[in-house]
Every structure is written in structure tokens, then in C-alpha cells.
């Protein structure tokens, strides 16, 4: 118990140094913070805010930044403790080498926390606790899996299959597995958000299509379908060979890569595989070779570090900066322009936000597929607000890929451009004679 817990300590302190201080954040980093933080002051999922999946994650860590700090640096801090304790749990079986490349892996991604990497690390859990006879094992698994499902939904259904055609006793596995999201639904019932997260979670699924990711070529693309081919095959070949169950959760665990078919998605979808292949095998020169392809990765990363002095975001590595520098500027224009209604239509609208303590809104996550199934409602709204308000609107000089188009059209179209805020973002004010 002793050894297990100074492990801890120590995956904490590695965890939260490379991750915090080390590896810049990044945007859907800031992103996943963005949901707790808005939850940790006191605003509803859905009803106050937008989001895609189901909000278990961002309320469990919620609850450090609204008892600590509502801060970037406690987000880590407890993402970090989560991590290492998954990591030394599943170390009981004393393979030592799996957890240790385990941990490199997981870090070479590199770390986003969110949604996507926690629903990892309980998949992980999963693939122990089945792998490893527990009482209530079969209940125990349940759980995880609905935690799942309560995170991340189109995950979760998936997963739910293999879990309840190999249930003995399907009644009672379902109620475990039903059970988190049993408490989300009351969760969103109190606060009156139902049907604002059935509209983001699922009717607006229709455009979230629209928000596909290709691979930098046509190449990479195809080699991308390949190798996911290849690694299906390779499952149903370990599962028809063993009928070991691990296997059909890490198949349809691949879900996970559409429709943001990128390298990171398709990296959180094999670090499983990897612990569970790796924990199995005992055989030094894999590991041998794990850690030269491991150490070619990791020199290749070029980690360009500058400890941000923005608030609530102090100390982290944010890459830059001239983010900090943008940031201030954009402070600076929201403060002289105080008594207008400004949009923030840019990829670093919760950034700005959180620096000014300011809650965020619907307006902060245009993303393609972030908007429900009817995207020109916003549009509706925004031309409600500004009928009797002046409004300005930051967008970026350069469109981004997941920006949706309409609403950044609609303001191109009907209002000025007034000048330029920063290097990378125009303003534009006053409405357009017709």
C-alpha cells in the first residue's frame, strides 16, 4: 500500500509537470476546462452553454475548481491525480512495464484532457476489472461503461452492446449500466435543460457530419482507413481465436475517430489496445523496441514553453506569447467597449473569457455540429440582441476549419469591418445600409 501510494505521488507530480508547465494547451483543452469552469460558476449545461456530449465529466471535475480555484491549474492538478491513480490501480498485477509505457504514451498523444482522454483511462479500467476476477465484476463494469455513456454518448452505446449480450443477468446489468445516466437526467430535469441537450447531443448530430476531419492529404487519409481496417481485422482475429470480450470493447471503441478523423483521436483509440496487448506480453525485446519508437516521438515533439501571466491561467504553458499579448489587447477593447453587446466569433473566445472571469455563453462555441439541429436560430437570436443594442463582433481574419460558415457570413454580409483588434482578428460594428 506504501509502494503503491508513493507511486502515486510521484505519476501526480510527472503528470502535472510535463502536462501544465511543459506541453502547451490547447484549444480543446481549453475548451473542456471551459465546461467545468462555467459549471463551477453556478451555469447550466445546455441551458447557459453549449456542448455536444453528455456532461458527466465536466460536473466531476467541476467540483475541484468550485471548491479550490476556479482555475486552469486545478483542472490539471485533479486530471493529473485521476490519471496516476488509473495508472498505479491497474499495476496490481505488478506489470510494471505496461504502466510505465502506458504513461508514456498517454503523454506523447499529447495529454488533451476532456472528455475523449478520461473516457480512455475508464475504458482502461474496464479492460482490467474484465481481465481480473472481482467480485462484482459484472456490476463494477457496468458502472464504468454508463459513466461512458453519461460522457461521451455515441461511446457509450457502443460499448453497451458487447457489455449487455455477454451479461448473465441482462436486467440487472442494465440498471447498472443506466444508472449515471439516471442522475444526468435528473440533473438536467432540475435545472429545466432537458431539451437543450437533447437538441445539442443528438438532433444536432445532423450537422456535426459537416464537421469531418481529413488527414493533411488525400494520402494520410488513405493510410489512416488502412490502418483502422487493418486494426479491426486484427481484433476479430484476436477475439475469434481467445473469445475474450477485452477485444470486441477495443473494436467498437474505435468509434471514437469519427468524425474528427485526426491523429489524436486515432491515438486515444489505440493507447487501449496498447495497454491491453503490452500487459499480456512479456518479452523484453518489445519493450525494447517500444522504447526506441517511444524516444524517436518524443525528440521530434518540440516543446516551446512561456509560463502565461493571464488570469486563471497562470503559469501554464499556452504555447506562446503572443497569445497573452492578443488576450490583453481584447481585454483592453472589451473594456472601452463595455456598454455594447460584443460576439467573440474565434477559436480563443473561452480563453478570453475565463481571463476576464466572465461566463461563458452559446455565442463563445460556434463550431460546425455545436449549434443543435437548427443552426439559424442563432442567427435569429443574434439579430433579436441587436435590434435595439449596438453589437460588435471579433472573427478571425483568417477562416478556421471548424468555425461554422453562416454565422461568420452573416456578419461579413450585414455589418463593417471597423478596424483590427489584433493581428489575427478584425471587428466589425455598425450595420450595413441595405
Known sequence: MKRNFVRFLILTFIYLSFTYFIHPTTGDEVWNFGFSYNIAKGAIPYRDFNMVILPLYSLLFAIPLKLFANKLFVFHLFNAIFSSFVLVFINRNNNIFSVIYLFLLVNLVPVIYGYNYFIMLLLILVLYIEANNYKYKNEIIGLLLGCILATKQNVGLVLFLPYIIN???????????????ILILVYLLINNALFECIDYCFLGLKNFKNNFYKPQSVYMCIIFIIFEILLISYLLIKYKKSKDI??????????????????????????????????????????????????????????????????????????????????EKEIDFFEKNNKKRIFIFTDDAYILKIAMNKEINKFDLINTGNMGADEKKYINEIEKICKNKDCIFIANKVPTRQLIPTIINYVNKNYNNCGEITVNHYYFCSKKCK
Not at 306 to 322: A, Q, T, V
Request: charged fraction near 15%; charge should be positive.
Open 167 to 181: 451479461s448473465k443477468d441482462k436486467l440487472k446489468s442494465l440498471a447498472y449500466f443506466c444508472f449515471p445516466s
Open 246 to 327: 477485452n477485444y470486441i470493447y477495443l473494436l467498437v471503441f474505435q468509434v471514437l475517430v469519427y468524425p474528427i478523423f485526426d491523429t489524436y483521436h486515432i491515438l486515444i483509440s489505440l493507447i487501449p489496445i496498447f495497454y491491453y496487448v503490452s500487459s499480456k506480453i512479456d518479452n523484453k525485446k518489445y519493450y525494447i523496441l517500444l522504447s526506441i519508437i517511444i524516444a524517436i516521438c518524443y525528440f521530434n515533439n518540440e516543446y516551446k514553453i512561456y509560463l502565461s501571466n493571464l488570469n486563471n491561467f497562470e503559469y501554464g504553458n499556452l504555447g506562446s506569447s503572443i497569445v497573452d499579448k492578443n488576450i
